[in-house]
Nanobody, 122 residues
């Protein structure tokens, strides 16, 4: 089970840190990904981290602004977002995949959290 949290309303240029807590499985056995879905758009990959937390992968829209990390002792994955823009407004989801590669396609992930809303607006 995955539980995402940390969303909210933030002004353009602001920052947020999303968390996703996992339970019920061996967290360190899974690649973790973050996706987002804006109204009327398809769910898209934001970033992901490998099982050990030693490798990450990002969408072009996230590079340089977002950082994905994980704490396997706390069974939690994070998405740190800086320099937020109105176009980052979406529901953000965490997802788990057996891996070992960081998949950028949503269909590659077997387990999903419930999503947390991020709204970037002045």
């Amino acid at each position: 089970q995955l539980q995402a949290s940390g969303g909210g309303l933030v002004q353009p240029g602001g920052s947020l840190r999303l968390s996703c807590a996992a339970s019920g499985g061996a967290f360190s056995n899974y690649v973790m990904g973050w996706f987002r879905q804006a109204p009327g758009k398809e769910r898209e990959f934001v970033g992901g981290v490998n099982r050990g937390g030693t490798s990450t992968r990002y969408a072009n829209s996230a590079k340089g602004r977002f950082t994905v990390s994980r704490d396997n002792t706390a069974n939690t994955v994070y998405l740190q977002m800086y320099g937020l823009k109105p176009e980052d407004t979406a529901v953000y989801y965490c997802a788990a995949d057996e891996g070992p590669l960081i998949d950028t396609e949503a269909r590659g992930y077997a387990y999903w959290g419930q999503g947390t809303q991020v709204t970037v607006s002045s």
